[in-house]
């Protein structure tokens, strides 16, 4: 099992750990909600909980609770501007489809 992190993704959270003071990572984990079942959920982690699983990418540590781990094995997240709209995009491999906003998905 694996997460990965783009350049532009560690670079980004990095910079924000950095002016935030504080953290050690970001967790990625999902949730339910949508029109299509899951939304991915990003926070940023002070302190490492013993069932985590952890890893690493260009130096930044991303943390998943094992409950969405099923969900986000094999996800790389990049951090993308797309005209005046700037945020992470998870590239999932799991995913079996999107709903029409992009703001959910279904595995």
Known sequence: MTVTMTEAAATHVSDYLQNRGKGIGIRLGVKTTGCSGLMYVFEPVDQE???DQVFESHGVRVYIDPKSLIYVDG?????VT???NAGFECKNPNVQSECGCGESFNI
């Open 49 to 51: 909980t013993p069932e």
């Open 82 to 84: 797309k005209g005046l």
């Open 75 to 79: 996800t790389e997240m990049d951090y």
